[in-house]
């Protein structure tokens, strides 16, 4: 029985049937694919001669493995063109949507579904992806799945999931200047715990998020799965419906009007019951900083690296390892870092309005000589309509490399990787070991903003300064 969240409501609305193990057997409405986890699901299909149920509820698009500075076929990489050809051949063969380079719908999965309004309130959405949570940004329950559970999407549009927790998360207060959504989600990430979320799902609420744009709700949900949350969501409002009216997917003439009925009735009820709240004030949040190698290990720019002693118990083996990987050291501040590379892009952060933030920073500014700065933009339409805003000349001519869309540093997977043990100020979501793909390459999380002034000054500087 629904206990009146909207998380509980779309769960129950798409419960198919409860299986002998106690999971639900949940139907998918909106499946994305893309080229790094789908080869092997579709060889899974073959093998076991099935079909694909519902293809036009599955849409395809290549974004990991894709070179950004040069896209011409065949790659370089002979497994990056190895990838996407299997893509192409098996959209051909199950009759699926690709939108491959040059269609100008390519770019990132969680960018694209958002922006042609594929991603609408109510919806149960999957894709091969950690941070396919960033689609909860319109009020939908989004999951990122593994390889095997892609075939089961493909073959049956459903899922075998156990049903969470919810635990609300309500941010009160106006930001203040120079703080984003990423600090927002930094910043609870850093209170809760990288593991503060295993169970639940995340409903975030309250003045503050009402306040957001649509773009920002996406990076706080986006990292939801950082801190151990199996999605996030916020409820759909007004601010939904605006981005969504008009777009190629959305309902249109009188079904619109129908569709923000239903969708309104989606949202958590005034007396919905959850079993966790949490309550955050907005002046407490400060530019954020990651100093180690969890999201979870950041600071305000303006705070030292945390000494052994001041952390609890349980966070001190990680961080001990976190000082000896980064070579930082704790009592000191993290502000004048320097940096060697500079990455404006991914699914957290590579849409727009994020572009335009950081533009905003450059503006008339040189990028330090010391730093390779570059932006990805998150999809080919947000690279057009940047470029329409002239953009890409303001982040040129302060020295930064403008490129193609995809996912770039965010994970390596592709041409764009740190050297040796260069440090990187990064928008993206993880600052793991080796993620920006050099085994001793250091990662340091923050805004778009905050890396924007980050390689205008070679260093983590506060982006407060430069506005």
Not at 129 to 150: K, L, Y
Not at 431 to 448: E, I, V, W
Request: charged share 20%; glycine share 10%.
């Amino acid at each position: 029985m629904s206990r009146g969240t909207l998380f509980d409501k779309v769960w129950d609305l798409h419960t198919v049937g409860t299986l002998p193990s106690g999971q639900t057997q949940l139907f998918i409405g909106l499946h994305l694919i893309h080229e790094v986890t789908s080869p092997q699901a579709f060889a899974m299909l073959r093998e076991r001669g099935l079909a694909v149920m519902f293809p036009e509820r599955t849409l395809a698009t290549v974004d990991h493995i894709v070179p950004t500075e040069s896209q011409a076929r065949p790659f370089v990489d002979v497994l990056a063109e190895e990838m996407i050809t299997a893509l192409e051949q098996n959209c051909r063969e199950y009759g699926i949507q690709f939108y491959n380079i040059g269609s100008g719908n390519q770019g990132i999965v969680h960018v694209i579904a958002p922006e042609q309004g594929l991603t609408q309130p109510g919806m149960t959405i999957a894709c091969g992806d950690s941070h396919t949570s960033t689609h909860g940004a319109f009020g939908a329950i989004a999951f990122g799945i593994g390889t095997s559970q892609v075939r089961d999407v493909l073959a049956s549009q459903t899922l075998s999931l156990s049903k969470l927790k919810v635990r609300r998360i309500e941010v009160n207060g106006e930001l203040s200047p120079g703080v984003y959504a990423k600090d927002v989600t930094l910043h609870i990430i850093r209170q809760l715990g990288v593991k503060g979320g295993v169970g639940y799902a995340y409903e975030y609420a309250g003045s503050t998020i009402e306040a957001m744009s649509i773009e920002e709700r996406m990076t706080l949900c986006n990292m939801s799965i950082e801190g151990g949350a199996r999605c996030g969501y916020v409820n759909p409002d007004s601010v939904t419906y605006d981005y969504l009216k008009g777009r190629e997917f959305a309902p249109k003439a009188e079904r619109w009007d129908e569709a923000v009925a239903w969708w309104e009735s989606l949202r958590s009820d005034a007396d919905a019951a959850y079993d966790d709240v949490i309550v955050i004030d907005a002046a407490d949040i400060a530019p954020t900083v990651t100093w180690g190698i969890t999201p979870g290990q950041g600071i305000g720019v303006n705070e030292h690296i945390p000494t052994v002693e001041e952390l609890p118990e349980g966070d001190r083996a990680i961080a001990t390892e976190a000082y000896q990987y980064m070579n930082l050291q704790p009592g000191t501040a993290i502000q004048g870092t320097p940096v060697d590379v500079c990455f404006i892009g991914s699914c957290t952060n590579g849409r727009l309005s994020d572009l335009r933030e950081a533009a905003k920073v450059v503006q008339g500014k040189k990028a330090a000589a010391t730093v390779k700065a570059f932006v990805v933009p998150g999809s080919e339409r947000v690279k057009q309509a940047a470029e329409a805003e002239g953009l890409d000349t303001i982040f040129e001519a302060a020295g930064f490399e403008w490129r193609e869309a995809g996912c770039s540093m965010c994970l390596a997977m592709n041409p764009d990787k740190l050297q040796g043990n260069q440090i990187s100020a990064s928008s993206s979501n993880r600052n793991f070991k080796g993620r920006q793909g050099s085994s001793s390459g250091r990662t340091l999380l923050m805004s778009p903003a905050m890396v924007a002034a980050a390689a205008i000054a070679g260093q983590v500087t506060d982006v407060r300064k430069l506005l």
